[in-house]
């Protein structure tokens, strides 16, 4: 558990500073172009490109580069190099063709991905997706650089690199903001020059986080060297492993465009309580399984592979186990304080500008939702890195098909059934009843792969984690109430909200979790005092 835990402590210091500039880039994006028409053509353009990516082969590099290239170190005379280098080179030309045609195809992606937009909103997305979509490429070869990098144990850059990203989006934002003003929200009255720096002004912050990781690469004696000998590339054996990833990328795309479209709909008919609503609830939904999970996810991946390919299944087991209980120890009380929190934080972070409080509460509504599915969520991708280890690429498949398939069922019924500022709340609840489903059920699957993975010890940990958050989560509603007793909601009673019943919460939770003796975190009080002894 040390290992990893070491591993995860210096990638989540990365992730927390690279979340926590992109908490700052968010509430300045939204305080400048709002969360009405134009918040939404920036949000459904900017969320294209990402798609496309996971779509193409940002799933591949997760599921089966980082495995292959580390049985290529282990086989290859040459500790791998070659390869690398064709991987790199195939990589780079593919990626730039794909950027090329979604630019040309900018116009039906963005009518895809809308519902009953009029033409003046559709315009403006069509031509902000024509220079944001370029960033595919430089997103794609950044993410291959850092899949290498990973192989070599090097976690820090990748993990760090977004923050560069989000410094110039936040520059972007600012200017965008002193230039405009107050109209910087109307649809009707943005000019090309506008729309010109918001677009490429967002193309810009993923070229400087490319350029890092690549910079990055070549410290660690990574040399670049076109290679199109590609037969000797293993695209065989990759494209059988990775045809199951893309088309367990397809289906989870799928109920991700289900979802954008209702959300879409929800705005025209609830205005400011559309998609830029969930895609900004989801952004801090994704924080604390950014800084916690993915940090321990990375770390797992490497060291799950080479058990699975040394034939030592209890490493396996073991670096799971450990995993499951790093991840969950901090996620099971950051779960129920967003629960209880959730406007405290989008009031203090989007009451600004152009954003109103009650555009800033409703945003935190939709996070407190979201925030019953961060435990199960991160344990779901924990879960799917048990089959990637062992190259097995099927399997999440079926897993992804029946997680869309609750998600899209409950996802039409919250939008035909709920009045309509309510829909985007039933989007988020029937986006969490699909991973408690999905979470359950690649348990048993896992289960059963790896000859068990102690699921009553875990069951019984994660009951002592929420018995011991429960007077924190009580604290801090406790809080929140005496405060807008005395002072209403604003964000200066969203701040003291946030210190004492968030900070004092995990704060009281991580005491009596040690007077538990959760040996998790005993382990992390350890090393803080270790840090702060020294």
């Keep these: 558990m040390s290992r990893v835990l070491r591993a995860s402590a210096i990638m989540a210091a990365g992730t927390m ?25 920036y949000n459904v353009a900017y969320t294209i490109p990402l798609i496309l990516f996971d779509l193409l082969i940002g799933g591949i590099l997760s599921s089966v580069v980082v495995p292959m290239i580390i049985r290529r170190q282990k086989s290859d005379p040459d500790g791998g190099r070659a390869y690398e280098q064709r991987l790199m080179t195939l990589g780079v030309v593919t990626l730039t063709l794909m950027a090329l045609v979604a630019v040309a195809l900018a116009r039906p992606l963005i009518g895809l991905y809308s519902a009953d937009w009029n033409a003046e909103k559709t315009e403006v997305a069509v031509t902000l997706a024509r220079y944001i979509l370029p960033q595919i490429a430089f997103f794609g070869i950044g993410a291959i650089a850092g899949a290498i990098l990973n192989t070599r144990d090097r976690f820090a850059a990748p993990m760090w690199a977004p923050v560069l990203n989000n410094i ?3 520059g972007v934002a600012v200017v965008y903001y002193l230039k405009l003003g107050g109209s910087g ?11 010109l720096l918001l677009g490429l002004g967002t193309t810009a912050g993923i070229v400087a986080q490319c350029l890092v990781l690549v910079v990055s690469l070549h410290r660690v004696g990574f040399r670049f060297r076109p290679r199109f000998d590609l037969r000797n590339a293993g695209l065989g054996e990759m494209g059988r492993t990775a045809s199951w990833t893309f088309a367990y990328v397809g289906i989870s795309q799928l109920g991700f465009l289900i979802t954008t479209k209702l959300a879409s709909g929800a705005g025209e008919r ?8 969930y895609a900004y609830a989801y952004q801090f939904f994704q924080l604390p399984y950014g800084i916690i999970a993915v940090s321990v996810i990375t770390a797992m991946l490497p060291r799950m592979s080479r058990g699975v390919a040394d034939g030592q299944l209890d490493t396996v087991r073991e670096e799971f186990a450990s995993g499951v209980r790093l991840v969950s120890v901090l996620l099971v009380p950051a779960g129920l304080l967003l629960m209880v929190l959730g406007p405290a934080v989008t009031v203090l972070i989007f009451s600004w500008g152009n954003m109103t409080v009650d555009s800033a509460v409703y945003i935190g509504n939709v996070l407190q939702v979201f925030g019953l599915a961060l435990v199960p969520f991160s344990i779901f991708q924990l879960l799917l890195r048990v089959f990637y280890s062992f190259g097995d690429t099927r399997t999440p498949v079926f897993l992804a098909l029946g997680n869309v398939a609750v998600n899209a069922t409950l996802s039409l019924g919250a939008y035909y059934a709920l009045p309509p500022r309510y829909i985007v709340m039933g989007l988020a609840f029937a986006f969490t009843v699909a991973y408690v489903v999905g979470a359950a059920v690649a348990w048993i699957l896992a289960a059963r792969r790896v000859g068990g993975l102690a699921g009553r010890r875990v069951a019984a940990g994660l009951s002592r984690m929420y018995l011991a958050a429960l007077p924190s989560a009580a604290l801090a509603l406790g809080v929140l109430w005496l405060t807008q007793e005395l002072t209403g909601l604003d964000a200066l009673s969203a701040a003291i909200m946030l210190a004492a019943g968030g900070g004092l919460g995990m704060v009281l939770y991580l005491a009596i979790a040690h007077r538990m003796r959760i ?16």
């Design 270 to 277: 609830a205005p400011g309580a559309g998609n830029s609503a």
């Design 185 to 195: 929200t109307d649809i009707g009255t943005v000019t090309d020059g506008d729309l």
């Design 168 to 170: 110039v989006m936040i």
């Design 519 to 534: 040996p998790e975190v005993s382990s992390i009080v350890g090393m803080v005092a270790g840090r702060v002894g020294r």
């Design 17 to 41: 500073v690279s979340r926590v500039t992109g908490f700052v880039r968010t509430a300045v994006l939204a305080a400048a172009i709002g969360t009405f028409a134009l918040g939404d053509a």
